[in-house]
């Protein structure tokens, strides 16, 4: 007995296999590509597809935090860099690198966007959430100097390595 295969049945089959969705490690090297070719509209386009595509997975979180840092470092669009990093804050409340993403959003706020409010509701969060991280240090120095100009600043900074230098001497004659 003879079996017939419908047409349809092997267009549908024959459409399923040549449509498999790449992997996120294909993802991440289109976007890997474009980004050496500074076409970082493309390189986020590849890192979206990906992080629709899957989710969940380690490298949806890596993609997300990616976006964020083009477009503040390469596209200055810091108020869509803040919200890729909300974005990555949300999807991974204790990721390994929300506390870099909490962070950088203050300072976002805080050195280039001038929203002093913000950055301030932030580094608190920041400070309360990750006391013993080593950006806490930072975070604590910029929240003393909210609304500071970088020239206000040297003074200060000048103070404190002077005063370590003494306490250093101190410390040396005591021994």
Same mark, same amino acid.
């Given at each position: 007995?003879?079996?017939?295969?419908?047409?349809?049945?092997?267009?549908?089959?024959?459409?399923l296999?040549g449509?498999?969705?790449?992997?996120?490690e294909?993802?991440?090297?289109?976007?890997?590509?474009?980004?050496?070719?500074?076409?970082?509209?493309?390189?986020?386009?590849?890192y979206?597809?990906?992080?629709?595509?899957y989710?969940?997975?380690?490298?949806?979180g890596?993609?997300?935090?990616?976006?964020?840092?083009?477009?503040a470092?390469e %596209?200055? @669009?810091?108020?869509?860099a803040? =919200?890729? *990093?909300k974005?990555y804050?949300?999807? +991974? $409340? !204790?990721?390994?690198?929300a506390?870099?993403?909490?962070?950088?959003?203050?300072?976002?706020?805080?050195?280039e %966007?001038n @929203?002093?409010?913000?950055?301030? =509701?932030l *580094?608190?969060?920041?400070l309360a959430? +990750? $006391? !013993?991280h080593?950006m806490?240090?930072?975070?604590?120095?910029?929240?003393d100097n909210?609304?500071?100009?970088?020239?206000e600043?040297?003074?200060?900074?000048?103070?404190?390595?002077?005063?370590?230098a003494?306490?250093?001497t101190?410390?040396?004659?005591?021994?």
């Amino acid at each position: 007995m003879k079996y017939l295969i419908h047409p349809l049945l092997v267009g549908s089959v024959a459409l399923l296999v040549g449509c498999s969705k790449p992997s996120p490690e294909e993802y991440l090297g289109k976007a890997t590509v474009a980004i050496n070719e500074k076409n970082f509209n493309v390189a986020i386009e590849e890192y979206e597809k990906l992080i629709a595509e899957y989710p969940g997975s380690p490298q949806a979180g890596e993609a997300m935090m990616t976006i964020a840092r083009i477009q503040a470092d390469e %596209l200055k @669009d810091y108020a869509r860099a803040i =919200a890729s *990093y909300k974005r990555y804050l949300e999807a +991974y $409340p !204790d990721g390994k690198q929300a506390p870099i993403a909490l962070f950088l959003s203050a300072y976002l706020y805080h050195n280039e %966007l001038n @929203d002093l409010d913000n950055a301030k =509701a932030l *580094y608190e969060q920041f400070l309360a959430r +990750y $006391p !013993d991280h080593e950006m806490a240090v930072s975070a604590k120095f910029e929240l003393d100097n909210l609304g500071k100009k970088p020239e206000e600043l040297l003074p200060i900074q000048q103070q404190e390595k002077s005063q370590v230098a003494v306490q250093s001497t101190r410390s040396a004659k005591k021994k």
